[in-house]
Antibody, heavy 121, light 107 residues
Framework: QVQLVDSGGGVVQPGRSLRLSCAAS????????FHWVRQAPGKGLEWVAFMSYDGSNEYYADSVQGRFTISRDNSKNTLYLQMSSLRTEDTAVYYC??????????????WGQGTMVTVSS | DIQMTQSPSSLSASVGDRVTITCRAS??????LAWFQQKPGKAPKSLIY???SLQSGVPSKFSGSGSGTDFTLTISSLQPEDVATYYC?????????FGGGTKVEIK
């Protein structure tokens, strides 16, 4: 069955970096686009970043543009989010989500369990 | 950016009631609209895509409708396991945006 396992979260000081991972199994990873979505404590969902199935295309929310980098390793069935220059407002649960296909504008159909990132001095 | 506005922000209904949540986009998005359910402390779950298509394994008591700017999610007969926050989302253009959520409770 489709499984997405998010990891890499933790407590980090403002200005530091952190890398999140999403390990996928149960399907052909290289055929799907992926996204990262986050949720600050007690708040709603916020889309963060997109990466196409082959790594050729990526988009970012304005709030993370220039600080976060999404990437993937299709040989390892893993999606990443490199987060740099972290701010307190980046504190959230981060979810990896799978798109239904390799089309840039397709719906999400599976979610990881989330990993908590806390940015605090 | 496309703004997504959900209403109501919260509702309380009795077991067996029909519940409707609305979502309005700030500009036309055709049918690039999805709905998600999030139970407390859990990851979101995808319910509906393309405004009215059920994701695999989602019970038929959930239904979606609409096109353009106005959309609805309906739960035909509310059950205790449906207590959750529901979000709409547009994926017509980037940045992808979500509605603010509707918290559904049992009266």
């Amino acid at each position: 069955q489709v499984q997405l396992v998010d990891s890499g979260g933790g407590v980090v000081q403002p200005g530091r970096s952190l890398r999140l991972s999403c390990a996928a199994s149960g399907f052909t990873f290289s055929r799907h686009n992926f996204h990262w979505v986050r949720q600050a404590p007690g708040k709603g969902l916020e889309w963060v970043a997109f990466m196409s199935y082959d790594g050729s295309n990526e988009y970012y929310a304005d709030s993370v543009q220039g600080r976060f980098t999404i990437s993937r390793d299709n040989s390892k069935n893993t999606l990443y989010l490199q987060m740099s220059s972290l701010r307190t407002e980046d504190t959230a649960v981060y979810y990896c989500t799978r798109a239904r296909s390799g089309y840039d504008f397709d719906a999400f159909d599976a979610w990881g369990q989330g990993t908590m990132v806390t940015v605090s001095s | 950016d496309i703004q997504m506005t959900q209403s109501p922000s919260s509702l309380s209904a009795s077991v067996g009631d029909r519940v409707t949540i609305t979502c309005r986009a700030s500009q036309g998005i055709s049918n690039y609209l999805a709905w998600f359910q999030q139970k407390p402390g859990k990851a979101p779950k995808s319910l509906i895509y393309a405004a009215s298509s059920l994701q695999s394994g989602v019970p038929s008591k959930f239904s979606g409708s609409g096109s353009g700017t106005d959309f609805t999610l309906t739960i035909s007969s509310l059950q205790p396991e449906d207590v959750a926050t529901y979000y709409c989302q547009q994926y017509k253009s980037y940045p992808i945006t979500f509605g603010g959520g509707t918290k559904v409770e049992i009266k």
